[in-house]
């Protein structure tokens, strides 16, 4: 990408009304720097369900509101595989709450409608919602909605604030904080109003559950309910008597081979914090992710689906398939992957990289399932160190690269039994000048943050500044 190409990137971008707050906090002449997490969530109560296999085997139906996830997998292989490995036992399945329940049910839990489509009263329905009376007995739920919390899809999503020149722990701390603050305020108005009492207490719910039962979809179960952690980072960058960027292709050029290196490492990143197809586990017979069920399906998300070579700008969740710049090409992972596997192939394919969705914005990493929080440190800081890395490095553009994809497509298969190929290690070592002692994914993933840990901290430009001493 040249810097003529550079200068054809557009940093005018659509406002959306979560970041109209953030325009008034940029200073004249300041160098600035941002840190935040996206965490999208869903709720879970306390008392869990006691199914059989008959019901695991009949009940499994979407929620009307939220993507139909049984039409992820091929005709008949989810009830084929299933049938295989259910044995007699009892199941117990965690009751989860959704952002519809809030929306679109009551106290009772009557739907509004009886059918999202078409639009039919539901005459049960006692003509207020959840939500409503939520706000209605409690402004925390009117005034930090849009802001610390938002309903995103059929998630519950919270949104850290303090993003400018903050640090890692901060922001980790502010998550902590708005997480507790929303399940303080809910527990509370729940117990009050004597909503879903039956349920027991409710919570953020604290793994992705391969089978759940959605309140809102109450004699059903739903599969692929799996929460995410979207990482917003941008890199020093000094600001003009307006607060804004001040050389816009340097900020474009040192983002883009941040973003490039992110995606070389994404693999490894998957493998290790990605919640993988429960029926890949305990069914050799199927061709289902053993590293993240997202990033295989690639619907909102993907690994290495942004193109840097263009460097485009805004909020962009899915593009059409056949427009990426890949689709043609046999040997992209995605085409591999979809020769081989039990998943449906989409027509539209998610993005694992915004850039510049907002005023002086950087970089969106949006590839994260959700994993326990006692990461988040560990992983904040290794994507410093990456930029730290990719400042002083040349980065390539990994996604054209067939080491890199070859990679991806076994890594996407085999999740943490991945074998990582000597080729990919060679370019891993030449990339990031150390030498690369095992083949093992996770011995890969600690050696190499164990050496830019070691390089970068306290001592690299973005360390210094977004890693608290």
């Known amino acids: 990408m040249t810097d003529h190409s550079m200068n054809d990137v557009s940093f005018e971008i659509e406002l959306l009304d979560k970041h109209k707050d953030y325009r008034n906090q940029y200073r004249s002449n300041d160098l600035y720097w941002g840190v935040g997490i996206e965490n999208e969530c869903y709720l879970e109560f306390e008392n869990h369900r006691v199914v059989d296999k008959h019901f695991l085997l009949t009940k499994g139906l979407h929620e009307k509101y939220s993507v139909n996830h049984f039409k992820n997998y091929k005709e008949?292989?989810?009830?084929?595989?299933?049938?295989?490995?259910?044995?007699?036992?009892?199941?117990?399945?965690?009751?989860?709450?959704?952002?519809?329940?809030?929306?679109?049910?009551?106290?009772?839990?009557?739907?509004?409608?009886?059918?999202?489509?078409?639009?039919?009263?539901?005459?049960?329905?006692?003509?207020?919602?959840?939500?409503?009376?939520?706000?209605?007995?409690?402004?925390?739920?009117?005034?930090?909605?849009?802001?610390?919390?938002?309903?995103?899809?059929?998630?519950?999503?919270?949104?850290?604030?303090?993003?400018?020149?903050?640090?890692?722990?901060?922001?980790?701390?502010?998550?902590?904080?708005?997480?507790?603050?929303?399940?303080?305020?809910?527990?509370?108005?729940?117990?009050?109003?004597?909503?879903?009492?039956?349920?027991?207490?409710?919570?953020?719910?604290s793994e992705n559950h391969p089978f759940a039962i959605f309140i809102s979809n109450n004699e059903n179960y739903s599969v692929f309910n799996n929460m995410t952690y979207h990482f917003n980072l941008t890199i020093p960058t000094e600001l003009n008597k307006d607060g804004e960027i001040k050389d816009k292709i340097d900020f474009i050029k040192k983002h883009q081979s941040a973003i490039r290196l992110f995606q070389w490492l994404s693999p490894l990143f998957m493998i290790k914090f990605g919640s993988s197809d429960y029926l890949s586990h305990h069914d050799c017979s199927v061709n289902l992710t053993k590293a993240s069920q997202r990033c295989a399906m690639s619907r909102y998300i993907g690994v290495g689906t942004y193109d840097t070579n263009v460097m485009k700008t805004g909020k962009i969740v899915q593009m059409n398939f056949d427009e990426h710049p890949m689709h043609e090409n046999p040997l992209w992972w995605v085409n591999r992957y979809s020769e081989i596997s039990d998943y449906e192939k989409i027509d539209k394919i998610g993005l694992d990289i915004n850039f510049h969705k907002h005023k002086n914005h950087g970089i969106e990493f949006r590839m994260f399932d959700y994993f326990d929080e006692k990461y988040l440190q560990e992983v904040l800081n290794f994507l410093v160190f990456i930029m730290d890395h990719s400042l002083l490095t040349p980065i390539e553009n990994p996604i054209c690269d067939l080491e890199w994809n070859n990679f991806v497509y076994e890594s996407i298969i085999q999740g943490k039994e991945t074998v990582v190929p000597s080729n990919f290690i060679a370019l891993l070592e030449n990339m990031l000048g150390i030498r690369i002692e095992s083949n093992d994914p996770i011995l890969i993933y600690n050696q190499i943050y164990s050496s830019l840990h070691a390089t970068y901290y306290e001592k690299g430009f973005c360390s210094s500044l977004l890693i608290k001493n």
């Not at 006692?126 to 998630?155: A, M, V, W």
């Open 76 to 205: 008949n292989i989810y009830t084929n595989s299933l049938q295989k490995i259910l044995s007699d036992k009892e199941y117990y399945l965690p009751v989860l709450m959704n952002s519809h329940s809030f929306t679109k049910t009551d106290i009772n839990n009557q739907h509004k409608t009886f059918d999202p489509i078409d639009n039919e009263p539901n005459p049960e329905y006692t003509g207020e919602s959840i939500f409503e009376i939520l706000q209605k007995h409690n402004p925390y739920f009117t005034d930090e909605l849009q802001k610390e919390f938002i309903f995103d899809g059929d998630t519950v999503e919270f949104v850290t604030q303090k993003f400018y020149k903050t640090d890692v722990d901060s922001v980790i701390s502010e998550l902590a904080t708005i997480k507790k603050g929303f399940i303080n305020n809910l527990q509370n108005a729940f117990e009050k109003e004597k909503i879903f009492s039956d349920y027991g207490a409710i919570k953020i719910c």
